[in-house]
T-cell receptor, first 110, second 118 residues
Framework: GQNIDQPTEMTATEGAIVQINCTYQ??????LFWYQQHAGEAPTFLSY????GLEEKGRFSSFLSRSKGYSYLLLKELQMKDSASYLC???????????FGPGTRLSVLP | DSGVTQTPKHLITATGQRVTLRCSPR?????VYWYQQSLDQGLQFLIQ???????AKGNILERFSAQQFPDLHSELNLSSLELGDSALYFC?????????????????FGAGSRLTVL
């Protein structure tokens, strides 16, 4: 099966940098995905990693280490609108596809 | 607009009743996923269909069932409803059915159907 772990809550200050970690155990690996979800809204796709290393997309970057079963999402120049839950999801083999972690609720303070 | 359409947006019903939630995937997407999200909880995977066939099953209760039709839209049927079934139900679609190292596995979510059981 799959097991995904993330911190429950984090707080950061506007303009700062925050790193949200995700650890996972899975049988079969076809990629790790990060989503953003504002309360009561649909999750929206942020980034995708399938190879080790850093993927950068504007203010957001995501890192993956497959050997360690570890990923992080890095958010730079935090804005108030970044206050949301950040969900880590792993795509595994058929039958174990797209399981989401519990999510990390980020609060950005002025 | 994500391109994934879910109806109804809101639904209020009583315990013991049955409801059907509908999802139309993005044009070109063959795979449909259903998730349940209770208040302040994570996304719980229910079931996945690919091109009309069941591909994966998660923690879906026996009172719940789903299917994907030839036109690729999907319906999630919830019966004998209980108070604890109150939740946001999300549908998501993707181009592939998974099992491949490709960004085409990215899920696009609909806006959700909020079910309240009284």
């Amino acid at each position: 099966g799959q097991n995904i772990d993330q911190p429950t809550e984090m707080t950061a200050t506007e303009g700062a940098i925050v790193q949200i970690n995700c650890t996972y155990q899975t049988s079969g690996f076809n990629g790790l995905f990060w989503y953003q979800q504002h309360a009561g809204e649909a999750p929206t796709f942020l980034s995708y990693n399938v190879l080790d290393g850093l993927e950068e997309k504007g203010r957001f970057s995501s890192f993956l280490s497959r050997s360690k079963g570890y990923s992080y999402l890095l958010l730079k120049e935090l804005q108030m609108k970044d206050s949301a839950s950040y969900l880590c999801a792993v795509s595994g083999n058929y039958g174990q596809n797209f399981v989401f972690g519990p999510g990390t609720r980020l609060s950005v303070l002025p | 607009d994500s391109g994934v359409t879910q109806t109804p947006k809101h639904l209020i019903t009583a315990t013991g009743q049955r409801v059907t939630l509908r999802c139309s995937p993005r044009s070109g997407d063959l795979s449909v996923y259903w998730y349940q999200q209770s208040l302040d909880q994570g996304l719980q995977f229910l079931i996945q269909y690919y091109n009309g066939e069941e591909r994966a099953k998660g923690n879906i209760l026996e009172r719940f069932s789903a299917q994907q039709f030839p036109d690729l839209h999907s319906e999630l049927n919830l019966s004998s409803l209980e108070l604890g079934d109150s939740a946001l139900y999300f549908c998501a679609s993707s181009t592939t059915g998974g099992g491949a190292k490709t960004g085409a596995n990215v899920l696009t979510f609909g806006a959700g159907s909020r079910l309240t059981v009284l």
